[in-house]
């Protein structure tokens, strides 16, 4: 692990809790905290997530349990680059979380110079560094058409209570059959079902309608049939107690991770990317693939359809010569 300067720490006692909904990382309100302000600024609950646990990572790198007790306006240039070289080092962070870690990190400088804690030249420095990370391929599990329909088989088909399987197919149903984020899934209200799509409320609070097949349309359907709501303001989906009683209170995003490990499927994330790679393979135009998940570039969408290495191999075959 590197060595930082002991200038860069101190122990704060007069911090008071502005949200402990996460476990792991608990966030102090204090005005004068260029943390704080950071996520102030952030939209959505998902980013503040992140954010969080990206900085309690980044202080077990430098050596410290808490977040508070970096001296953020004691950053310099010589901080920022011993600390990405102890990000590199680990050997276990991909290039682009390195570089995730890093940006947060010069989000915190920013708030921090905004704040008084650091002259222009020491910021202007710490954002001038680049990350020279290179970059990987990482593998995910994607499922197929046949996949698909076995998953949701195995849903239909477990000994569990009714309203239990009624809302985990649904769930998985969109999942699978409209490419949500997992955190998109649980944030819909029921009044965002229509007929052919469900509004969809994404990243950077931008809205988009996503088309949605019948058979989509008609899992949900057999939810809502046992899902009695009180009004269409209400949560999609919402938690089950053991004994089946639902309860008015929408599920989390880390429900949909559990509601995976339950069924031996892939992460929610290679769910949405196995329904844009079925999209593609079936001749789905790679514009209207980008619009349905919701990203800003193609190029984003192009990360996310896998072309199998038999295609590639097939494609140098058929064309080089």
């Known amino acids: 692990m590197a060595r930082f300067a002991k200038e860069l720490f101190e122990e704060r006692h007069d911090l008071v809790v502005a949200n402990s909904r996460y476990k792991k990382t608990v966030i102090y309100k204090d005005l004068k905290c260029p943390i704080y302000n950071y996520l102030l600024s952030l939209n959505s609950e998902s980013s503040k997530h992140t954010v969080s646990r990206v900085l309690q990572t980044v202080a077990r790198h430098m050596g410290r349990e808490s977040i508070y007790e970096i001296k953020w306006g004691n950053f310099n240039s010589v901080t920022i680059n011993a600390l990405i070289d102890s990000l ?23 708030h921090a110079y905004f704040l008084g804690h650091m002259s222009t030249r020491q910021r202007d420095a710490i954002k001038s560094k680049k990350v020279k990370t290179g970059s990987r391929t990482k593998d995910y599990e994607l499922l197929d058409h046949e996949d698909v329909n076995a998953l949701l088989s195995k849903i239909d088909e477990k000994r569990q209570k009714y309203v239990v399987k009624c809302r985990d197919y649904a769930i998985f149903s969109i999942l699978l059959r409209c490419g949500l984020r997992r955190e998109e899934v649980t944030n819909l209200k029921v009044s965002d079902v229509k007929e052919k799509a469900i509004r969809v409320i994404g990243k950077g ?7 949605m097949h019948p058979v989509v349309l008609e899992a949900i359907n057999k939810w809502l049939a046992v899902y009695s709501y009180s009004n269409k303001s209400k949560p999609l989906f919402v938690r089950i107690l053991k004994g089946g009683h639902i309860q008015n209170e929408k599920l989390s995003a880390d429900a949909i991770f559990k509601l995976c490990n339950k069924y031996d499927a892939p992460a929610p994330h290679s769910l949405r990317r196995s329904f ?26 192009e990360i996310y359809v896998r072309r199998d290495d038999e295609d590639l191999y097939n494609e140098v075959i058929d064309n080089l010569l």
């Open 88 to 110: 590199k080092s680990n050997g276990n962070y991909a290039p682009n979380t390195i570089t995730l870690y890093i940006s947060v990190v010069k989000q915190i400088v920013e």
């Open 205 to 211: 609070n931008k809205e988009r309608k996503v088309a």
């Open 276 to 301: 844009a790679t079925n999209l593609y393979k079936n001749g789905a135009n790679i514009k209207n693939i980008s619009l349905l998940l919701g990203h800003n570039n193609i190029s984003t969408t």
